[in-house]
């Protein structure tokens, strides 16, 4: 087996050219995402969920950012909040060393640490590599989003493109935030309640 080469830490807001960097690179093979540009820094803190967001960095450069992880909520009512949906890429000039594997793996247990109950990858038909990642690490495809979006950009544009949704379930926690929140209100709800007089 060959050793590591890279260490994995959280991101560092210092580290977003490079995350930025290689999101583009990703954009480049048209079967990354259906976004054209890469978020600005402040709308990547606004739409991930920042204590989820690893990078990969050389083993003996702690600033060089070779690859990334992050969840982002699949919606934002409250009974899906253990729902996550992952973003992986990695730097063309890195891959075929297990950094994408080691992300992911890293990804799971920080979701399970944190009580999410699932997480879900949109991957285009196309990108054989995300799939094949996603189910040696336990992940099912449970469906097909038929032309869910129009290419705006590259090769494809125009195209009407197809997305399948993999899933791995995680343990489910024992109380989920919307449960906590009922019970916490429920003292209210039952004072607000006027006596019924005959």
């Known amino acids: 087996m060959t050793k590591r080469s890279f260490a994995i830490r959280p991101f560092r807001a210092e580290d977003y050219p490079q995350v930025q960097d290689i999101y583009e690179q990703g954009l480049i093979t048209g079967n990354a995402s259906y976004e054209h540009r890469p978020l600005t820094l402040d709308e990547f803190n606004d739409g991930k969920i920042l204590d989820t967001v690893y990078v990969a960095v050389e083993e003996n450069d702690d600033s060089k950012v070779i690859g990334w992880v992050s969840g982002a909520h699949i919606s934002q009512r409250e009974v899906l909040a253990g729902v996550v949906e992952d973003s992986i890429y990695i730097d063309p000039q890195a891959q075929g060393r297990g950094i994408a594997g080691g992300l992911l793996d890293k990804f799971i247990e920080v979701c399970q640490e944190k009580g999410m109950?699932?997480?879900?990858?949109?991957?285009?038909?196309?990108?054989?590599?995300?799939?094949?990642?996603?189910?040696?690490?336990?992940?099912?495809?449970?469906?097909?989003?038929?032309?869910?979006?129009?290419?705006?950009?590259?090769?494809?544009?125009?195209?009407?493109?197809?997305?399948?949704?993999?899933?791995?379930?995680?343990?489910?926690?024992e109380k989920v935030a919307a449960e906590e929140e009922f019970e916490k209100t429920a003292s209210e709800r039952i004072k607000a309640v006027k006596p019924v007089t005959t």
């Open 117 to 173: 109950w699932a997480i879900h990858s949109w991957i285009f038909p196309e990108n054989d590599g995300s799939a094949k990642l996603h189910a040696s690490r336990g992940f099912e495809k449970v469906g097909t989003y038929k032309h869910l979006a129009k290419m705006t950009y590259g090769e494809r544009a125009g195209e009407w493109r197809d997305t399948d949704v993999y899933q791995k379930l995680l343990p489910k926690p």
